[in-house]
């Protein structure tokens, strides 16, 4: 069974090329964005690889560490890692785990258990191995997305989502579309009393939807 929303991400062991890392210890009290690749120097990854790294002031700004995969050597990530910064104009500074025995794609339900990499291997032995892993302080997966290997991944997105779940600990939701300073909003299970008193003013749309300014 893959990995549902709220359960607690496996705490592996890897290779990085910025050393070894024991997966939970690394995350630490920080969120953590795992990233994953099916193989170095292919073009849509690289241009990923590129965006995450041009974007490495905004990770810092929410407390969030991000970590890339890839089920290639350490060698191979340190000769890529020169192309993603050429491409992006900016050091990528975040490790890449080197996967090569699939573990840890397997462990996350990005391949079947059975998977294994052929000699003279392309892109597309390892295709589903495209995902995105949000995953909390807590160690809980928050939220995950898979992509084809033909579309490219929008950070912005995923800097929204986290956002929007970094709001949501704050004990209300967020609305479609939603972006940093715009209305929450207050989830059914808080009375209108409650609201009041925790939100202060509210808009009620409907009876079951609710919106509040964003807390502080």
Known sequence: ????????????????????????????????????????????????????????????KRGTKVIGLSVDSVEEHHGWKKDIESYAGAKAGFPIIADQDLAVSKAFDMLPAEAYLPDGRTAADSASVRSVFIIGPDKQLKLSMTYPMTVGRNFAEVLRALDGLQMSGKGVATPANWVPGEDVIIPPTVSNDDAKAKFGEFETVFPYLRKTKAPS
């Open 1 to 60: 069974m893959g990995l549902r929303i709220n359960d607690t991400v496996p705490n592996f062991t890897a290779e990085t090329d910025q050393g070894s890392i024991k997966f939970h210890d690394w995350i630490g009290d920080s969120w953590a964005v795992l990233f994953s690749h099916p193989k170095d120097f292919t073009p849509v990854c690289t241009t990923e690889f590129g965006a995450v790294a041009q974007l490495a002031d905004e990770w810092e």
